[in-house]
């Protein structure tokens, strides 16, 4: 065996048991880890199984039919579990058959957690309420659009959550939305956020959200603003919620009032961060990831991603890929964090054209507006209100809001 960082190889010559034995190979897993890859290739004639196992017990198996899998704590190559990835691991070998000269080589390789961009969706339907199309349709269509991560918020009902994706490749958070008479609101990371979702008056849809949030959800107030008797809020806003929906869908008269709603909040001293979700339903022709958040995240874990909504590490824009904003260098602050006032702000936006408008906005207001010169364009200023957030427009169509920079 060689060792070099995070990458072990084996070079398997010697099988004591012969056939339908087992080989295991040992690596341990620090708590830095985000992701287990295991390959493999053997030589013909002989055949060898593949399988994982963790502190004794196997995490999965996948027979001598997959060359390449991987384990995360939220994703894994379908035959094998996601879940904690720190502890001591073996590559487990079956020898179901053992040619003459028989050599089997692995390679494990373990990718360190590492602070990035993730972008998803944080609110869209599937056929378990009224999205009309499958789970696995859904989760299709958002890796169609791009998305590292997707949210199934369906209407009252957590059935949707216990279908297991098949493509490691995109992260499904479980998730509901809670539907009352008297607004919309989403608990997402909980397979059950709460033991009964019925609500008779607009205080238990506080009382709702409390249990909610002692249960460990992440919760978003959906379009507050929304032009129909159930779906504007209507339960207040002293209630325990992490951040609030300001671009739902298609750019409408609802998200201009959470818009300034949200401003007035920031305003008034309030630190709530802001979202945006497509609401995708197949009867109202929306696509995922329109808009999307593009969240700062320390790992590829659900667990760190609501942590980054909740910090308000997040960009909210009109698509997945086309437009991105974050802070020119690592040193500077990061949308949703605190700095000294004075500090300096440097926000780089990409993916800008003709015509497009980049606006500062503080607790004055706008107070700086500059136009799209080039597709890639760095705004630099100073921290010196209370707050300084960004906005990206194309004359009355907005296309991308950044969380603020508060000051200390």
Same mark, same amino acid.
């Given at each position: 065996?060689?060792?070099?960082?995070?990458?072990?190889?084996?070079?398997?010559?010697?099988?004591?048991?012969?056939?339908?034995?087992?080989?295991?190979?040992?690596?341990?897993?620090?708590?830095?880890?985000?992701?287990?890859?295991?390959?493999?290739?053997?030589?013909?004639?002989?055949?060898?199984?593949?399988?994982?196992?963790?502190?004794?017990?196997?995490?999965?198996?996948?027979?001598?039919?997959?060359?390449?899998?991987?384990?995360?704590?939220?994703?894994?190559?379908?035959?094998?579990?996601?879940?904690?990835?720190?502890?001591?691991?073996?590559?487990?070998?079956?020898?179901?058959?053992?040619?003459?000269?028989?050599?089997?080589?692995?390679?494990?390789?373990?990718?360190?957690?590492?602070?990035?961009?993730?972008?998803?969706?944080?609110?869209?339907?599937?056929?378990?309420?009224?999205?009309?199309?499958?789970?696995?349709?859904?989760?299709?269509?958002?890796?169609?659009?791009?998305?590292?991560?997707?949210?199934?918020?369906?209407?009252?009902?957590?059935?949707?959550?216990?279908?297991?994706?098949?493509?490691?490749?995109?992260?499904?958070?479980?998730?509901?939305?809670?539907?009352?008479?008297?607004?919309?609101?989403?608990?997402?990371?909980?397979?059950?956020?709460?033991?009964?979702?019925?609500?008779?008056?607009?205080?238990?849809?506080?009382?709702?959200?409390?249990?909610?949030?002692?249960?460990?959800?992440?919760?978003?107030?959906?379009?507050?603003?929304?032009?129909?008797?159930?779906?504007?809020?209507?339960?207040?806003?002293?209630?325990?919620?992490?951040?609030?929906?300001?671009?739902?869908?298609?750019?409408? =008269?609802?998200?201009?009032?959470?818009? $300034?709603?949200?401003?007035?909040? %920031? *305003?008034? &001293?309030?630190? !709530?961060? @802001?979202?945006?979700?497509?609401?995708?339903?197949?009867?109202?022709?929306?696509?995922?990831?329109?808009?999307?958040?593009?969240?700062?995240?320390?790992?590829?874990?659900?667990?760190?991603?609501?942590?980054?909504?909740?910090?308000?590490?997040?960009?909210?824009?009109?698509?997945?890929?086309?437009?991105?904003?974050?802070?020119?260098?690592?040193?500077?602050?990061?949308?949703?964090?605190? =700095?000294?006032?004075?500090?300096?702000? $440097?926000?780089?936006?990409?993916? %800008? *054209?003709? &015509?497009?408008? !980049?606006? @500062?906005?503080?607790?004055?207001?706008?107070?700086?507006?500059?136009?799209?010169?080039?597709?890639?364009?760095?705004?630099?200023?100073?921290?010196?209100?209370?707050?300084?957030?960004?906005?990206?427009?194309?004359?009355?169509?907005?296309?991308?809001?950044?969380?603020?920079?508060?000051?200390?």
């Amino acid at each position: 065996m060689a060792f070099a960082g995070t990458h072990f190889d084996y070079t398997v010559t010697d099988f004591p048991g012969g056939d339908k034995s087992f080989v295991e190979l040992p690596f341990a897993v620090p708590e830095t880890i985000e992701r287990i890859e295991v390959s493999y290739a053997f030589t013909s004639g002989s055949v060898i199984d593949l399988g994982l196992a963790r502190n004794g017990r196997m995490r999965g198996w996948s027979g001598s039919e997959r060359g390449h899998v991987t384990v995360e704590g939220d994703a894994a190559t379908p035959g094998y579990d996601a879940g904690p990835i720190p502890g001591d691991w073996h590559v487990v070998l079956g020898i179901v058959k053992v040619a003459e000269g028989a050599r089997v080589d692995v390679t494990v390789r373990l990718i360190e957690r590492k602070a990035r961009w993730f972008v998803g969706e944080l609110h869209s339907h599937s056929e378990h309420s009224d999205g009309g199309v499958t789970v696995l349709d859904a989760i299709y269509r958002a890796r169609q659009a791009g998305l590292n991560f997707v949210s199934i918020t369906d209407h009252n009902t957590i059935s949707q959550n216990v279908i297991r994706p098949d493509d490691p490749a995109i992260l499904v958070f479980p998730a509901m939305e809670l539907t009352t008479y008297w607004g919309h609101t989403n608990f997402h990371g909980l397979v059950q956020p709460v033991a009964d979702w019925r609500c008779h008056t607009p205080a238990e849809v506080g009382d709702k959200m409390i249990e909610a949030r002692a249960n460990g959800a992440t919760i978003v107030i959906n379009h507050p603003f929304q032009r129909s008797a159930g779906g504007k809020w209507q339960a207040g806003f002293d209630v325990p919620f992490d951040a609030l929906e300001i671009w739902n869908g298609n750019w409408a =008269a609802h998200n201009i009032d959470a818009l $300034a709603f949200w401003q007035e909040l %920031l *305003v008034a &001293g309030k630190r !709530i961060p @802001a979202t945006g979700g497509s609401d995708f339903h197949q009867k109202n022709r929306r696509r995922h990831g329109r808009p999307s958040n593009r969240l700062f995240s320390e790992a590829r874990t659900m667990a760190d991603l609501l942590a980054a909504v909740r910090a308000g590490h997040n960009v909210v824009s009109f698509s997945a890929d086309d437009l991105t904003a974050e802070p020119a260098d690592a040193s500077l602050p990061m949308f949703g964090d605190v =700095a000294e006032p004075g500090s300096p702000i $440097a926000v780089c936006f990409d993916g %800008l *054209v003709r &015509g497009d408008e !980049i606006r @500062a906005v503080t607790e004055h207001g706008v107070v700086r507006q500059e136009p799209a010169t080039t597709g890639c364009q760095t705004l630099e200023s100073k921290l010196e209100g209370r707050f300084v957030r960004f906005e990206v427009w194309h004359s009355e169509t907005p296309k991308l809001f950044t969380n603020p920079v508060y000051s200390d």
